[in-house]
């Protein structure tokens, strides 16, 4: 799936050409604003990802940064996404069931300066509508903002420097009102139609500033929750910033302040689908009657469904957990082969399918079994006589007899040469002995 999402380094820069750029509340170049990145956009953007258009929203299903965080649209979940679908019970679609706006990252920090009402620092990547909060269709909009809004706290006219995640901002607090004011907005991307800039295919919005993307420290509890990069609800440390300056911090006159904690939303992509496997019966078993088929599902997040499969049938129930054993009444299925498999699906929705186990149905009546084994019995010794009466004393045992001849010099003719078994042999109720008659010389 990440190659499909996949544009050559040509393509991808020369749409960042024609990006739409949008700076609010900026300061006269005199103020001294200034943003420094850590690397060159172009260094940047190459390796930076933007997936197809999904064709019920009109935005792309995921975007994927420059550290391999593949992030789909956070509509879906009311507690980890900081905007959802107006009915979570039905799929997305635009019109119908979509927010005016909505986030693929989105990490805010709040400083205590005292006097302040607001001092905010918001990195994200989001989607919204040229007219929202119409939802329309062909009026989609996808840009990276990096914000600072600071009211009060300041002294009017002062330089402050303000480093991000993404780099640092010197400015100058301005009197808004009566009160010392920083109050910047940097959006880059599709913002408005425009002659010349088609979107999708949204490709803009990687020249953006809020790459790569923040998400939760791993090295500090709690993790993250399952498929998301963090919690809004829960402030954390943070990794991801292309400076090493995973902190939000404020300095100038007779100020110094600083947080390292952030409120952080954005809904993983998983691209990697489960593996199943049918574990029982073997390939290549014969069965017969009533048969257990058992399957085994493993996943790097989650399996939320194993079914097992007869012919491309469903077979039982599924199960959200692994093992997973149902009943195979095989009279019920035709005599021959036949195939078993197994379907695992994750929290992403990824399928994975397991190899085709091949069995056979024979459920033809099996042959008796032997007779069982009479007494044992002791031959009797009859080398040497009669035909007529070795027979008879073998039968007098409860045994059989053949017979076959040959030619002898030193035995009569109609008398037994030998016997097999031999004389005194233990052997079972009704077994035969074979008899060789001689026919003389």
Not at 68 to 84: E, K, Y
Request: proline letters at 10%.
């Amino acid at each position: 799936m990440i190659d499909s999402f996949a544009l050559s380094d040509g393509g991808l820069l020369a749409s960042a050409r024609t990006q739409v750029r949008r700076v609010a509340a900026l300061l006269p170049a005199a103020a001294g604003a200034l943003l420094l990145l850590s690397t060159p956009v172009s260094a940047q953007v190459a390796n930076r990802v933007v997936g197809p258009t999904d064709p019920r929203t009109g935005f792309p299903v995921g975007l994927i940064d420059e550290r391999g965080t593949s992030l789909a649209p956070c509509v879906d979940d009311i507690v980890l996404c900081p905007s959802v679908l107006p009915n979570l019970n039905l799929p997305p679609a635009v019109p119908g069931n979509f927010p005016d706006e909505f986030f693929y990252s989105f990490a805010t920090a709040d400083l205590n300066i005292p006097g302040s009402t607001v001092a905010l620092l918001e990195v994200a990547v989001e989607g919204s509508f040229v007219n929202a909060p119409l939802v329309q269709a062909g009026q989609q909009t996808l840009f990276g903002r990096l914000r600072v809004r600071i009211r009060g706290g300041l002294t009017i006219g002062a330089t402050y420097r303000i480093t991000h995640p993404y780099g640092v901002l010197n400015t100058t607090a301005i009197n808004r009102n009566g009160v010392g004011t920083i109050d910047q907005t940097e959006d880059i991307g599709c913002l408005a139609p425009v002659p010349g800039i088609i979107c999708p295919p949204f490709t803009p919005v990687t020249t953006s500033t809020p790459w790569p993307f923040l998400v939760w420290n791993p090295a500090v509890a709690p993790a993250a929750p399952a498929g998301y990069i963090g919690a809004p609800g829960i402030l954390h440390t943070v990794v991801g910033s292309p400076t090493g300056n995973n902190l939000f911090r404020v300095e100038g006159p007779n100020l110094r302040t600083q947080t390292t904690l952030f409120s952080v939303a954005g809904k993983r992509i998983d691209f990697t689908p489960p593996t199943a496997t049918v574990t029982s019966p073997l390939a290549g078993a014969t069965v017969r009657g009533t048969v257990p088929v058992t399957a085994t599902a493993t996943d790097n997040v989650g399996v939320t469904s194993l079914q097992i499969q007869l012919d491309d049938i469903n077979l039982g129930l599924a199960s959200a957990s692994s093992p997973l054993t149902v009943s195979w009444n095989t009279t019920l299925s035709t005599a021959g082969s036949h195939r078993l498999t197994a379907i695992a699906r994750d929290l992403a929705g990824n399928v994975g399918t397991s190899a085709v186990v091949l069995v056979t149905v024979n459920n033809a009546a099996p042959p008796p079994p032997p007779p069982p084994p009479g007494p044992l019995v002791r031959t009797p010794d009859v080398v040497g006589r009669q035909l007529a009466d070795a027979q008879s004393r073998i039968a007098a045992v409860g045994l059989t007899s053949t017979v076959t001849s040959a030619h002898s010099a030193n035995v009569q003719v109609g008398r037994v040469i030998s016997q097999s078994p031999a004389r005194d042999a233990l052997v079972p109720s009704g077994s035969n002995v074979a008899l060789v008659v001689s026919l003389g010389p």
